[in-house]
């Protein structure tokens, strides 16, 4: 099981620290991808990293360079640190697992497994 938290209201240039919290003792042999979902659009990939270390990640060009994704095994979590928001980052954000070995895996039909979402809101 998936849920995201950590979403909420912030304003344009603001930070935010997404959390992805999982269960079972098989975590760290997943990949874990953040997607988001804005009002009247279609799901999107945002970030990725890879099983075990997480020491390969990927991001969306919109995104690269103020997102930062990480894990931490031992608490079965991954993070996603957002900084310099936008209000174009407005959306639901959702985190998911997969176990395909395709990287990277910026498609949402390449993951099997995906959590509840968490809102966020970037104002003026």
């Known amino acids: 099981q998936l849920q995201a938290s950590g979403g909420g209201l912030v304003q344009i240039g603001g930070s935010l620290r997404l959390s992805c919290a999982a269960s079972?003792?098989?975590?760290?042999?997943?990949?874990v991808g953040w997607f988001r979902q804005g009002p009247g659009k279609e799901r999107e990939f945002v970030s990725v990293?890879?099983?075990?270390?997480?020491?390969?990640?990927y991001y969306a060009g919109s995104v690269k360079g103020r997102f930062t994704i990480s894990r931490d095994n031992a608490k079965n979590t991954v993070s996603l640190q957002m900084n310099s928001l936008k209000s174009e980052d407005t959306a639901q954000y959702y985190c998911?697992?997969?176990?395909?070995?395709?990287?990277?895996?910026?498609?949402?039909?390449?993951?099997?497994?995906w959590g509840v979402g968490t809102q966020v809101t970037v104002s003026s």
């Open positions: 079972g003792r098989t975590f760290s042999q997943l990949i």
């Open positions: 990293i890879d099983r075990w270390s997480g020491g390969i990640t």
């Open positions: 998911a697992t997969t176990t395909r070995d395709r990287w990277p895996p910026i498609n949402t039909y390449e993951y099997d497994n």
